[in-house]
């Protein structure tokens, strides 16, 4: 699977921002897709995930409250939406999928497609 991340920019602290990430065919409904972002000199940090069955969402505890992950339908785009962003939240965001993925959405070892990144600035 090609995973294609779009939507980063730089934006202003409290401002709105979409990530959208296309996949090149479906996600098996026994997978899931999510987000990661890393910043310079920092591990590659969960997001947010969708269990692409059920459409169970999970989100890392930096995003609660403010991010969103969903998806149009099991065609997909997969979307985040990012809303009050602060300055940490600049980073390159990263989309990730799996057709065979029930638990540990939030571990990176767990995806085995990866698109290019996106980065998201969020100035002060």
């Known amino acids: 699977v090609q995973l294609q991340a779009s939507g980063g920019g730089l934006v202003q602290a409290g401002d709105s921002l979409r990530l959208s990430c296309a996949a090149s065919r479906r996600i098996f409904t026994s997978g899931a897709m999510g987000w990661f972002r890393r910043t310079p000199g920092k591990e590659r940090e969960f997001v947010a995930a969708i269990n692409w069955g059920d459409g169970s969402t999970y989100y890392g505890d930096p995003v609660k409250g403010r991010f969103v992950i969903f998806r149009d339908s099991a065609m997909g785009p997969l979307y985040l939406q990012m809303n009050s962003l602060k300055p940490e939240d600049t980073a390159v965001y990263y989309c990730?999928?799996?057709?065979?993925?029930?638990?540990?959405?939030?571990?990176?070892?767990?995806?085995?497609?990866w698109g290019q990144g996106t980065l998201v600035t969020v100035s002060s």
């Open positions: 990730a999928a799996n057709d065979a993925l029930y638990t540990n959405f939030g571990l990176e070892s767990r995806y085995r497609y």
